[in-house]
T-cell receptor, first 115, second 112 residues
Framework: NAGVTQTPKFRILKIGQSMTLQCTQDMNHNYMYWYRQDPGMGLKLIYYSVGAGITDKGEVPNGYNVSRSTTEDFPLRLELAAPSQTSVYFC??????????????FGQGTRLTVV | RKEVEQDPGPFNVPEGATVAFNCTYSNSASQSFFWYRQDCRKEPKLLMSVYSSGNEDGRFTAQLNRASQYISLLIRDSKLSDSATYLCVVRGSGGSNYKLTFGKGTLLTVNP
């Protein structure tokens, strides 16, 4: 199993450009998440999905969009990049059925700089 | 009170020391608690879940005090390889059971 795979690992964008951060998992997990982590701050939830076709906003969704057409993939779209979106982005997944203590697995992160 | 609040750190300790991290959470209905470890420029990884009765995994002990809404992590006999940021994580309850809320993390540096 590859686990959670994110691409790209690094990206520099100019203000106003758009891009898609890719995330795929091969563990058949139902829940998937996108977080951003700013220096010295905790992870903030951007969007999450409880299964294919179902997505919902987290704490900081403005400026982002997501889709979940398959169980495996959960891409994050930035339409008009702004300097405030400079951050490290982590995708995560977990299988939540009856287990309260299901572990969340994270991708290696995407370091995005908007200039 | 913030949803999840941790000791701000950083902690600098010598090898072999015992170090304790504290975390408080605001939602008394929260059911599941975790400690994650994050190495520099890496993704978070689960260190251990925190059970009501407390649990131990080698040199690591986690405790939960529901009455005080307090979680702790104790590391005994610190190793250089324990240097990392430790994240306290709380899972929401009821309609928010999808949600994992992360503390800001506490940086630990173990010195030779």
């Amino acid at each position: 199993n590859a686990g959670v795979t994110q691409t790209p690992k690094f990206r520099i964008l100019k203000i106003g450009q758009s891009m898609t951060l890719q995330c795929t998992q091969d563990m058949n997990h139902n829940y998937m998440y996108w977080y951003r982590q700013d220096p010295g701050m905790g992870l903030k939830l951007i969007y999450y999905s409880v299964g294919a076709g179902i997505t919902d906003k987290g704490e900081v969704p403005n400026g982002y969009n997501v889709s979940r057409s398959t169980t495996e993939d959960f891409p994050l779209r930035l339409e008009l990049a702004a300097p405030s979106q400079t951050s490290v982005y982590f995708c995560a997944s977990r299988y939540l059925a009856n287990g309260d203590f299901a572990e969340a697995f994270f991708g290696q992160g995407t370091r995005l700089t908007v200039v | 009170r913030k949803e999840v609040e941790q000791d701000p750190g950083p902690f600098n300790v010598p090898e072999g020391a015992t170090v304790a991290f504290n975390c408080t959470y605001s939602n008394s209905a929260s059911q599941s608690f975790f400690w994650y470890r994050q190495d520099c420029r890496k993704e978070p990884k689960l260190l251990m879940s925190v059970y009501s009765s407390g649990n131990e995994d080698g040199r690591f002990t986690a405790q939960l005090n529901r009455a005080s809404q307090y979680i702790s992590l104790l590391i005994r006999d610190s190793k250089l390889s324990d240097s990392a940021t430790y994240l306290c994580v709380v899972r929401g309850s009821g309609g928010s059971n999808y949600k994992l809320t992360f503390g800001k993390g506490t940086l630990l540096t173990v010195n030779p």
